[in-house]
T-cell receptor, first 109, second 115 residues
Framework: LAKTTQPISMDSYEGQEVNITCSHN???????ITWYQQFPSQGPRFIIQGYKTKVTNEVASLFIPADRKSSTLSLPRVSLSDTAVYYCLVRTAGNKLTFGGGTRVLVKP | NAGVMQNPRHLVRRRGQEARLRCSPM?????VYWYRQLPEEGLKFMVYLQKENIIDESGMPKERFSAEFPKEGPSILRIQQVVRGDSAAYFC?????????????FGPGTRLTVT
């Protein structure tokens, strides 16, 4: 059964790099991979989006291997305010919009 | 440019009542998505609409749930005869086009509590 999966949680310390991998083995051929950040009691907020290889913006990088069956969100030098839940979003080959289960990132001082 | 607006932010209904959740997309966006988030769980796709059309409702429960996005006015998610299991946060998102998994802008959500 095709699934979009992420680690449930991840702890880190301020200033470290955090890498979160999402497995999406049934991703649609011609579709983007998008990552969102969600704080408690708020709607998800767009972080980054990519199709292949590497994408970088002012807050994160996204690494996508050639087979596109996974993607890794990289948050450089995290701070306490990066404590949140991070979700990947893909469209599967069956044309279904699917969020990963979310990764709860806790940044410690 | 105002973001995605949802109202009400909090809604309390008794079992058997109807719940109507509204979503106004960002200006210029003609695509609306609804998601449900149960307490302490992830986001689940429910329905995708364009103006006056339901494009994909594969995530909608077969009974009691319906959605619309009329030519004028907000998108509405309607839940009839609510049950306790409908208690959740309902998020609406909008995007300007349907370029694959387009960048979606989310509203603050409506938290539905069924007593």
């Amino acid at each position: 059964l095709a699934k979009t999966t992420q680690p449930i949680s991840m702890d880190s310390y301020e200033g470290q790099e955090v890498n979160i991998t999402c497995s999406h083995n049934n991703i649609a051929t011609n579709d983007y991979i998008t990552w969102y950040q969600q704080f408690p009691s708020q709607g998800p907020r767009f972080i980054i989006q990519g199709y292949k290889t590497k994408v970088t913006n002012e807050v994160a990088s996204l690494f996508i291997p050639a087979d596109r069956k996974s993607s890794t969100l990289s948050l450089p030098r995290v701070s306490l305010s990066d404590t949140a839940v991070y979700y990947c979003l893909v469209r599967t080959a069956g044309n279904k919009l699917t969020f990963g289960g979310g990764t709860r990132v806790l940044v410690k001082p | 440019n105002a973001g995605v607006m949802q109202n009400p932010r909090h809604l309390v209904r008794r079992r058997g009542q109807e719940a109507r959740l509204r979503c106004s997309p960002m200006k210029g966006h003609s695509h609306v998505y609804w998601y449900r988030q149960l307490p302490e769980e992830g986001l689940k796709f429910m329905v995708y609409l364009q103006k006056e059309n339901i494009i994909d409702e594969s995530g909608m429960p077969k009974e009691r749930f319906s959605a619309e996005f009329p030519k004028e006015g907000p998108s509405i998610l309607r839940i009839q005869q609510v049950v306790r299991g409908d208690s959740a946060a309902y998020f609406c998102a909008s995007s300007p086009s349907v370029r694959g998994v387009d960048e979606q802008y989310f509203g603050p959500g409506t938290r539905l509590t069924v007593t």
